[in-house]
T-cell receptor, first 110, second 115 residues
Framework: GQNIDQPTEMTATEGAIVQINCTYQ??????LFWYQQHAGEAPTFLSY????GLEEKGRFSSFLSRSKGYSYLLLKELQMKDSASYLC???????????FGKGTMLLVSP | GAVVSQHPSWVICKSGTSVKIECRSL??????MFWYRQFPKQSLMLMAT?????????EQGVEKDKFLINHASLTLSTLTVTSAHPEDSSFYIC???????????FGPGTRLTVL
């Protein structure tokens, strides 16, 4: 089976840095995705990792360690609009099917 | 680019009726479309995967006779919830991918409420 774990909720203050962790146990691995989802809206793509290491994209960075089944999403210079749910998703097989974690609700306060 | 639309954005229906939700890729040809369901404060649960011109592949526990999926063209997939009941009330989201793209592009979702 597939299992993806991430914290349920996190809080941080505006301007700070926050790291959201994700661990996974899946039958295979062909990529890990992070999505942002605001309440009542569809997810939007943030990052994709398939090889070990850090991928940086503006204020957001994502890290992957395949041997540890571990990823994190790093958000810098937090803004109020970053308050959202962050979903970790793994593609176990060779095609596009994704398995999603339950999401981490991030609340950014002034 | 890579825009996916859904229609309607929300729908309220009576128990026992059927509801059709459309998912369109507006600026690309989607070789594969996915249908997800999301209950409040839960994650996205994949319901089915469909390729144009072939039958959808349903995830375990999803009733194929209740959730009818038709992927008639490379830009359109429809999900019909037949004989809807209040427990089918949920947020239904489609996504699409093309070729060897690593990414799924999500539609804005459809909020279904069954009274």
């Amino acid at each position: 089976g597939q299992n993806i774990d991430q914290p349920t909720e996190m809080t941080a203050t505006e301007g700070a840095i926050v790291q959201i962790n994700c661990t996974y146990q899946t039958s295979g691995f062909n990529g890990l995705f992070w999505y942002q989802q605001h309440a009542g809206e569809a997810p939007t793509f943030l990052s994709y990792n398939v090889l070990d290491g850090l991928e940086e994209k503006g204020r957001f960075s994502s890290f992957l360690s395949r041997s540890k089944g571990y990823s994190y999403l790093l958000l810098k210079e937090l803004q109020m609009k970053d308050s959202a749910s962050y979903l970790c998703a793994v593609r176990p097989g060779g095609y596009s099917t994704l398995t999603f974690g339950k999401g981490t609700m991030l609340l950014v306060s002034p | 680019g890579a825009v996916v639309s859904q229609h309607p954005s929300w729908v309220i229906c009576k128990s026992g009726t059927s509801v059709k939700i459309e998912c369109r890729s507006l600026d690309f040809q989607a070789t594969t479309m996915f249908w997800y369901r999301q209950f409040p404060k839960q994650s996205l649960m994949l319901m089915a995967t469909s390729n144009e011109g072939s039958k959808a592949t349903y995830e375990q526990g999803v009733e194929k006779d209740k959730f009818l999926i038709n992927h008639a063209s490379l830009t359109l997939s429809t999900l019909t919830v037949t004989s809807a009941h209040p427990e089918d009330s949920s947020f239904y989201i489609c996504s699409a991918s093309f070729g060897d793209s690593q990414e799924q592009f999500f539609g804005p979702g459809t909020r279904l409420t069954v009274l």
